[in-house]
């Protein structure tokens, strides 16, 4: 089992570009979720999905779009990058009787400059 | 919404000694209580975590502490060695209605010296 994956590792982005975070698992888990991490802010929710075709917005989800079209990808898509979304972003999962038992991707640190 | 403050922010310890780590929440209707491991340059660990009809529960060097009427919870490591310093995350969630999410204080960052 490789738990949860995403990629890139690091992105460096310009002001106006897009892109789309990667996260991936295999552990057959309903819910996904994606965090962002600031500095001494700890996380916060960006989306989240409860299944195949269901998501929901978190805590912070201005300038972000999911999509969750397989129980195991849940991407993240950034468009029209700014300044304010340089973070760390985690990718989560949990399975269907304890998704508060969630289990985290190793991050990708994004940079907008 | 769930607010879980949580403190220190920073916390250096001598190896061998006990490192205690405090979280309170706001809405009484959390019932579930995680705590997270993170370590350089990976994500966070689910490394105990604490359910509302329990006041403490202990791992090895590890316990936690709940008391629901005060609404807060406490993260205890015993005999710490260098391996234990991590960024550690407190988090408050209600299982019934929240689809697991969970609402995070803002992490401690433990030193432990050899």
């Known amino acids: 089992n490789a738990g949860v994956t995403q990629t890139p590792k690091f992105r460096i982005l310009k002001i106006g570009q897009s892109m789309t975070l990667q996260c991936t698992q295999d552990m057959n888990h309903n819910y996904m979720y994606w965090y962002r991490q600031d500095p001494g802010m700890g996380l916060k929710l960006i989306y989240y999905?409860?299944?195949?075709?269901?998501?929901d917005k978190g805590e912070v989800p201005n300038g972000y779009n999911v999509s969750r079209s397989t129980t195991e990808d849940f991407p993240l898509r950034l468009e029209l990058a700014a300044p304010s979304q340089t973070s760390v972003y985690f990718c989560a999962s949990g399975g269907m009787i304890a998704p508060n038992e969630q289990f985290f991707g190793p991050g990708t640190r994004l940079t907008v400059l | 919404g769930e607010n879980v403050e949580q403190h220190p922010s920073t916390l250096s310890v001598q190896e061998g000694d006990s490192a205690v780590i405090k979280c309170t929440y706001s809405?009484?209707?959390?019932?579930?209580f995680p705590w997270y491991k993170q370590e350089l340059g990976k994500g966070p660990q689910l490394i105990i975590d604490i359910r509302s009809n329990v006041g403490e529960k202990k791992d090895q060097r590890i316990a936690v502490t709940l008391n629901k009427t005060a609404k807060h919870f406490s993260l205890h490591i015993t005999e710490t060695q260098p391996e234990d310093s991590a960024v550690y995350f407190c988090?408050?969630?209600?299982?019934?209605?929240?689809?697991?999410?969970?609402?995070f204080g803002q992490g401690t960052i433990l030193t432990v010296h050899p």
């Open positions: 809405d009484s209707a959390s019932n579930y």
């Open positions: 999905s409860v299944g195949a075709g269901i998501t």
């Open positions: 988090a408050a969630s209600d299982r019934a209605t929240s689809y697991g999410k969970l609402t």
